[in-house]
């Protein structure tokens, strides 16, 4: 049977091109459920409350950085998106006198506009963003180089290599409404694509690369970042790929509730938790991963129940 076209982007893969089973079966959800649905290999872990929330994901900076040596680098890959835990990350570099002169940090993407990527005075750069709101924080004596800032931008293939030579403890991402981290999105239905998305397994043999981004998350990113102005948004941008994050020890996505929403959640914990991988849903594919975590703020997950407003 053939694939559902999209409700969203006709011209694009996405959720809603799932089969109706699974559809129903993530709704259907209770909080409970989907702490049942951890596994060897895949945790769900729920917060009570924001501050928790934030400083359990800062924390991930810390407990990695503090595994770096000279001799054998460390580091970890983060996003903007959420961004709350930032300044709580330099607040506690600070207040530990942590020395970051060997650690390493990845930055997860960056916009690109005219075939390039964003400046650091874009009103939504990535890179700006990391260092105003952690890394210039950081008391001057235990900043972390500046070669050891790793930033999908310039040389992708060097920042490719990267994951080779400098060891990625943790992977943190969000969930966009298109269920991507970072920003592999699912792909244009098109070409050898046309009927059905990539299988799994092609799909993570994607590299850092410039990517077209779906509708989506251009909507998406407006809405959480631009007060709505899609106008401001670009419609490409580089991305850490499945291949750099099949590299890192562990991947940690932090649903905090308001970058995705009930439903989304839902779906891509079920996918995980059961093993059901799909490139429609890029998400899903940490499935085969051997060590992800799902951490969730619990007053956010809220209900799939229909509600009129």
């Excluded at 049977?1 to 993530?26: G, Q």
């Excluded at 040596?69 to 930032?86: F, H, K, R």
């Excluded at 235990?142 to 999908?152: G, V």
Aim: net charge negative; glycine share 6%; charged share 20%.
């Amino acid at each position: 049977m053939a694939r559902p076209i999209s409700k969203v982007a006709p011209d694009w893969w996405d959720y809603t091109t799932l089969e109706p089973e699974i559809i129903s079966d993530a709704a259907g959800l209770s909080p409970e459920d989907m702490l049942q649905l951890s596994r060897d290999g895949f945790r769900v872990v729920f917060y009570d409350t924001l501050e928790e929330f934030y400083a359990a994901e800062a924390l991930e900076y810390i407990e990695a950085w503090r595994q770096s040596t000279p001799d054998n680098p460390a580091g970890i890959c983060g996003p903007i998106g959420p961004t709350e835990q930032l300044p709580i990350v330099a607040r506690m570099v600070n207040a530990l006198e942590l020395n970051l002169a060997d650690c390493h940090f990845w930055g997860m993407d960056e916009w690109v506009e005219d075939g390039l990527p964003v400046a650091s005075d874009h009103p939504l750069s990535f890179a700006r963003t990391d260092h105003e709101m952690c890394f210039g924080r950081i008391a001057p004596e235990l900043a972390m180089p500046a070669a050891n800032m790793h930033f999908p931008s310039g040389d992708l293939a060097a920042y490719s290599r990267s994951y080779d030579e400098i060891r990625c403890v943790v992977m943190q991402g969000g969930q966009g409404d298109v269920k991507h981290w970072a920003f592999n999105d699912p792909l244009k239905r098109e070409g050898q694509y046309a009927d059905a998305p990539p299988s799994p397994a092609d799909y993570r043999k994607l590299a850092t690369r410039v990517v077209d981004l779906h509708p989506m998350t251009i909507a998406q990113n407006a809405r959480t970042s631009g007060g709505g102005n899609i106008s401001l948004v670009p419609t490409r941008a580089c991305t850490v790929g499945p291949v750099e994050t099949w590299k890192a020890r562990k991947v940690s996505i932090w649903h905090a509730g308001t970058h995705d929403n009930a439903f989304g959640m839902r779906l891509t914990t079920l996918m995980i938790g059961k093993q059901l991988p799909d490139s429609a849903v890029p998400m899903s594919l940490l499935a085969d991963h051997p060590n992800v975590q799902f951490n969730f703020y619990r007053p956010a997950i809220g209900t799939c129940d229909v509600e009129m407003h």
